[in-house]
């Protein structure tokens, strides 16, 4: 059974950082996309991040220079370092993953929104 499980959020300051980890279980697919999503109330989940397991990157424009992703293999985590936190960036932050084939080019990743599994979400509150 595939779980993911994100913990890191809380409340930070404006301009403060916060670093959110995902870690990964039962996943057995070796080629595929991670992806942190992030939904506010009344609005629209968005993409912030992906990387491949090539680890190849690809950011939202609003998060660009802000946000880092990066995982460790070693320990099945995936992480999203962020900085320069606004208020606008305060929302329920989303791990998810998805597999690829492998003849599938890992390019899928920048672009795709629709993934297989997902975590519980963990809460970013920005005070001004």
């Known amino acids: 059974q595939v779980q993911l499980m994100e913990s890191g959020g809380g409340s930070v300051q404006a301009g403060g950082p916060l670093r959110l980890s995902c870690v990964v279980s039962g996943y057995p697919y070796s080629r595929g996309c991670m992806g942190w999503f992030r939904q506010a109330s009344g609005k629209e989940r968005e993409k912030v991040a992906s990387i491949d397991s090539s680890g190849g990157t690809n950011y939202a424009d609003s998060v660009n220079g802000r946000f880092t992703i990066s995982q460790d293999n070693a320990k099945n985590t995936v992480y999203l370092q962020m900085a320069s936190l606004n208020p606008e960036d305060a929302a329920m932050y989303y791990c998810?993953?998805?597999?690829?084939?492998?003849?599938?080019?890992?390019?899928?990743?920048?672009?795709?929104?629709?993934?297989?599994?997902w975590g519980r979400g963990t809460q970013v509150t920005v005070s001004s």
């Open positions: 998810a993953a998805h597999p690829l084939a492998a003849w599938s080019s890992l390019n899928l990743c920048r672009d795709r929104k629709e993934y297989t599994y």
